[in-house]
């Protein structure tokens, strides 16, 4: 059955301030693999394996939010798979194929957007379907997908761990309202939690996917050594506190509401998101790599980070301190990272990193 999990969705709808509209960082990384997923079904994937008398292929995409990123990663698979399957069938007798695409998110994603803008000519190469779900359980029928495939989703925990807000706790993150590596006993706590919520996704993945199926996984770590307040998004993350202590001390709202707020986010070093993978004996390791996001060294304007952490974010300003202090919080933000730019050149890298697996 599905399981359901603390529920942090992108901001919905498609309006100005949607992830629909400022999600093109996301964008650019997936489009960097695009063409090794590609290739390496043309490659590697074996239909005949799969079922000789395969009739519908399917595929999912978990943490799908609201498009158009999950759009072009399902249809670049797709159109391998059918040149796969062309090939095949040149050699034997197969079955013609119908796709069927599982698009899963969070209950309060915003399924209704999705499905409006799927694009028509997407409607008519495949059967789409809705699965409202936390990816930290199973949410489809056991050994039912040929192709999963997530895209920067897993860094998202199911929760924070409590002790981080526990302030007799070694771990308190005090006014810190995410992992920034900066307290030690903190980041011991979230990297515990990420293990768990890794593990848990794995192996719900292996119970779903038939035995030859692809998990295909796209994300961000650190690379081993550096902490994430030496990145450009830890520093953002950390004026985002800021932003709200001031809002505190002006009564805006309360350092009480800061310091029991914290963004269930974990971003692994690339050793521990690795051990992690490496531990699950379902899946075999066919491609485990970093690339490096074509942005990363790219002078981001202050008005595209604004936008992109309001859309990845406001749900959580939203639920937590009101509906009124999201517009306030951001133009604080903006006005911050305008008067104090964020020097690139300086930053530590974020690292993307691109996992092929298969099932045993």
């Known amino acids: 059955m599905p399981t359901f999990s603390q529920s942090h969705p992108m901001s919905g709808g498609d309006d100005q301030h949607s992830y629909i509209h400022n999600s093109s960082y996301q964008k650019a990384a997936i489009d960097v693999v695009e063409e090794k997923t590609k290739q390496y079904i043309l490659e590697k994937l074996d239909l005949l394996n799969l079922n000789p008398d395969l009739s519908t292929f399917t595929i999912a995409d978990y943490g799908c939010s609201i ?10 698979i797709i159109e391998a798979v059918k040149l796969k399957h062309l090939k095949e069938s040149q050699e034997n007798s197969l ?76 771990a308190w993150k005090k006014h810190y309202i995410h992992c920034n590596d900066s307290i030690e006993a903190v980041t011991n706590a979230f990297m515990v939690q990420y293990t768990k919520d890794m593990s848990l996704f794995l192996k719900a993945r292996a119970e779903e996917l038939v035995s030859g199926g692809l998990m295909i996984v796209l994300g961000f770590c650190l690379p081993d050594g550096v902490a994430m307040y030496e990145t450009w998004p830890g520093i953002v993350k950390d004026a985002i506190s800021d932003c709200l202590q001031d809002m505190a001390t002006l009564g805006i709202t309360t350092h009480e509401k800061i310091d029991m707020f914290s963004l269930p986010l974990y971003f692994p070093q690339f050793s521990e998101m690795k051990r992690v993978i490496e531990q699950n004996e379902s899946f075999t390791i066919e491609l485990m790599e970093t690339v490096s996001h074509p942005l990363e060294a790219v002078k981001l304007s202050d008005n595209f980070i604004t936008s992109m952490y309001r859309a990845l974010l406001s749900i959580f300003i939203e639920k937590h301190f009101g509906i009124g202090e999201v517009d306030e919080l951001f133009n604080r933000l903006a006005k911050k990272l305008s008067d104090h730019p964020i020097d690139f050149e300086k930053c530590k890298k974020q690292m993307v990193y691109y996992v092929v697996l298969k099932k045993k």
């Open 67 to 76: 498009g158009p990123n999950t759009f072009h990663a399902v249809q670049n």
């Open 95 to 170: 079955v013609p194929l119908e796709f069927q695409v599982c698009f899963s998110d969070q209950p309060s994603n915003d399924f209704n957007t999705l499905f409006r803008t799927l694009p028509p000519s997407f409607r008519q190469e495949y059967f789409s379907v809705g699965v409202p779900g936390s990816f930290y359980g199973r949410v489809l029928p056991r050994n039912s997908i040929h192709i999963g495939n997530t895209s920067f989703t897993t860094h998202w925990l199911s929760k924070v761990p409590e002790q981080v807000l526990d302030k007799k706790s070694p």
